[in-house]
């Protein structure tokens, strides 16, 4: 794997000395805010569309469709963007217009619910629909 995608994963551990006022206990954290979508996330989006690629269930006609309000909607963005891969993105009301600006700079199609689904009374139910009827018509 090359360019951008090749990046993620490899962030930095952070030794956190002296926790809590003790020096003899070893505690690291692990910095996923350093992926280049800037969460761990990203981590599956990318094996996802690679263990999909490399089965041959997707390709480059392929359109991605996924319910996402947020840090895994970016991941996947960015990694249909490198693959050259269409996105759909199905957002809600909720959704923060910065994630839906980083996914759209990526070339994601943002489809966004304003409507809870009436019978589950639900923004994610009305987004499962809607991904289901993306689905249908692709």
Request: glycine share 10%; charged share 20%; with cysteine.
């Amino acid at each position: 794997m090359n360019g951008i995608l090749s990046l993620i994963g490899h962030t930095p551990l952070l030794k956190l000395e002296r926790f809590l006022g003790h020096e003899h206990i070893n505690l690291y954290a692990k910095l996923e805010l350093l992926n280049p979508g800037g969460s761990i996330k990203d981590r599956p989006a990318v094996h996802m569309l690679m263990e999909a690629w490399r089965a041959g269930e997707i390709d480059q006609g392929t359109t991605i469709i996924e319910s996402s309000s947020g840090n895994l909607g970016i991941g996947l963005a960015q990694a249909c963007a490198y693959l050259g891969l269409k996105f759909i993105c199905v957002a809600d009301t909720r959704t923060t217009q910065v994630n839906c600006r980083i996914m759209q700079a990526y070339g994601a199609i943002l489809d966004l619910v304003t409507e809870p689904d009436p019978e589950a009374g639900t923004l994610l139910a009305a987004r499962i629909k809607r991904v289901q009827q993306l689905l249908e018509a692709v």
